[in-house]
């Protein structure tokens, strides 16, 4: 996993060259285009324009549509590459992909992605097994972001929610076998019963930072034989799990593996709105409308216009840094997790972390009055909390962790 870090000018110059390649509101004339400038009265700061995203936000260029099957849009073709640069190297650098073979796009968060992943795999289904929608069920474990839910109810389709271990957090094998035996009965939905599942393994689950074990999953739902795909929901962890453990199984080394969810919000400290969907060539086919559309293209993506400032954030952040940088960057702020992790066992703190990813969970016993309030902790349930949660990310110093346990 490698790629060139570059130097400050070297990027401000790209994102200039790019802009420069764009066609512009106030000189090209773009009357068909559903589009305008930004409001003048509001962004007229010209001092901020030396500023790239700034530039580039002002700039307002429109991606919609899949970067990945072909930039034909000659309005933005600038900024839209460096879009397609930034999914390649999520891809195939991060995501151990073959040049090529994934689609993607920068999306506005995950449960853009969430949802966009879903509705594919609900689509392909419906077309190549003529599901029912009752047919259907979305599988993740009791830890899996709430965006699942949301996801499942707008698509219209069940939800087989796996219970964990207590103190592991990971789906138990047994109850993973249990309910989908139970999911398939008949009986259960007074219908036929669900015969296709999407599958979401977590890389980091929000609140534990839990990694599930896809292994563990594949191997019961192939015992099974159960008719599945997988999305890995690497929201939280997409760009920390693959610098802790560079060999994992949640990339698209494994073939179980069709689409993954990372967050550029998050550790990669992008604008927020700012998702990374990516899913293997051949799959955003089922999104291809059967009826006629009056657009040109194919607009594969679940949002329509989308933020050219967003994506090229995505890819400043990447090309600044480079592999080493955010590889050394992860290193800081898992030292800092594991110093505490040292001290809480010093100090017999119960808590529940994953050796490789920056989120350490505090049992709610262990914590003294009002010091969840005072650092803005979040628990796992806000009415009656048994865990509080400490992320480490940039802005988390030792400082900052020494007083908390001295608190």
Known sequence: MYWESLPATDIQTRVEKAIHQNNHYGVNKIPGWTAHTLDSRIFHN??????????????????????????????????????LEAIEICAEELMAGKPGMQDGYIAAGGTECNLQAA??????????????????????SEDT????????????????????NPTSRQMEP????????????????????????????????????????IDLLTEVLDEEKAIYYIHVDGAFGGFTYPFTQPNNRLNFSNNKVTSINLDA???????????????????LDYLTPTDRSFMAHKFHTLSGSRSGANAIS???????????????????????????????????????????MNIVAIHQRNMVRDVQHHYNLVPDNHDHPTWWKVVFMDHVNESMVQHFLDH
């Open 145 to 164: 972001h709430y965006s699942l839910w949301k996801t499942a109810s707008l698509l219209g389709i069940q939800q087989v929610i796996i219970e964990v």
């Open 265 to 283: 919000h998050k550790m990669l400290q992008a604008p927020y709105g700012t998702g990374v969907f990516l899913i293997r060539k051949g799959y």
């Open 46 to 83: 010209e001092d901020v324009l030396q500023v790239p995203y700034v530039s580039a936000m002002l700039h307002h260029a429109d991606h919609r549509g899949c970067p990945t099957q072909g930039i034909t849009d000659e309005l933005f073709e600038g900024t839209r590459q460096l879009e």
């Open 314 to 356: 995505v890819w400043m952040i990447l090309r600044a840094y480079g592999s080493g940088g955010l590889e050394a960057k992860v290193k800081r702020v898992m030292d800092l997790k594991r110093k505490m992790c040292t001290e809480l066992n010093n100090r017999k703190v119960e808590y529940i972390h994953d050796p490789d």
């Open 174 to 213: 047994l109850a993973l076998r249990q309910k989908i035996r139970k999911a398939r009965a008949s009986d259960v939905y007074k219908r036929q019963g669900i015969e296709y599942f999407i599958v979401v393994a977590n890389m980091g689950t929000t609140m534990f930072g839990t990694v599930d074990n």
């Open 119 to 140: 509705w594919i795999f609900r689509n392909l289904y419906k077309r190549m097994y003529h599901a029912g929608v009752h047919q259907i069920a979305m599988l993740n």
